[in-house]
Every structure is written in C-alpha cells, then in structure tokens.
C-alpha cells in the first residue's frame, strides 16, 4: 500500500512563493512515476508538472519558468516549488504516484493553494 500526503499550501499574494511537499509511504516510491495535479473549482484536474523515476520532469505550459519538480528519493519525498504565483494557480493540488508494477494511481487527499491578487 501506498500513502500520500501533501503539505505547504496556503494563502500567498501575487507574486509569492510556496513549496510542496509530497511524502510517500511504501517501497516503490524511488521506481515510481511521479507528479502534481490541480483542480480549480469548477475545472477538471489537470497536471501541473511530473517526474520520472530518472528525474526527467514535463510541465504544462502556464508554469514553465516558476515552478520546479523534484523528488529526494531517499527520504520518500517530491516537492514542488512555485514562485512568481498568479491568482489563477489557485486551486487544489494533489500528489500522484503511479505504480511501475500494476500502473495503478495513487493520490493525496489535496492541498489548497490560494494566490491573492
């Protein structure tokens, strides 16, 4: 089994910076695919930014340039780290885990990220 929570949400102004943590239980967490998620109310999911398991990382478009993927594979944790925050990254994100062996998807239960303009 695996579990995910996520940390470091907040209120920050326009401009700000916050960093997110995502912390794994398990034994797959260093073989996994990992990666970020947010949902803005009344939008769907969509993915922010990922990581491989050889720390190559992807981001959509709207935050290339301010936010940074990465992942300490020792201590079983991913973080994301976004500066320069506008008000429409507010929304929930959630940490996703996908199992090398079964490609089964795992969540966090979600952190809020409010960004005040």
């Known amino acids: 089994q695996v579990q995910l929570v996520e940390s470091g949400g907040g209120l920050v102004q326009a401009g700000g910076s916050l960093r997110l943590s995502c912390a794994a239980s398990?034994?797959?967490?260093?073989?996994?695919?990992m990666g970020w998620h947010r949902q803005a109310p009344g939008k769907e999911r969509e993915l922010v930014a990922s990581?491989?398991?050889?720390?190559?990382?992807n981001y959509t478009d709207s935050v290339k340039g301010r936010f940074t993927i990465s992942r300490d594979n020792p201590k079983n944790t991913m973080f994301l780290q976004m500066n320069s925050l506008k008000p429409e990254d507010t929304a929930v994100y959630y940490c996703?885990?996908?199992?090398?062996?079964?490609?089964?998807?795992?969540w966090g239960q979600g952190t809020q990220v409010t960004v005040s303009s």
């Open positions: 398990g034994r797959i967490f260093s073989a996994a695919a």
């Open positions: 990581i491989t398991r050889s720390k190559s990382t």
């Open positions: 996703n885990l996908q199992s090398p062996y079964t490609g089964y998807d795992y």
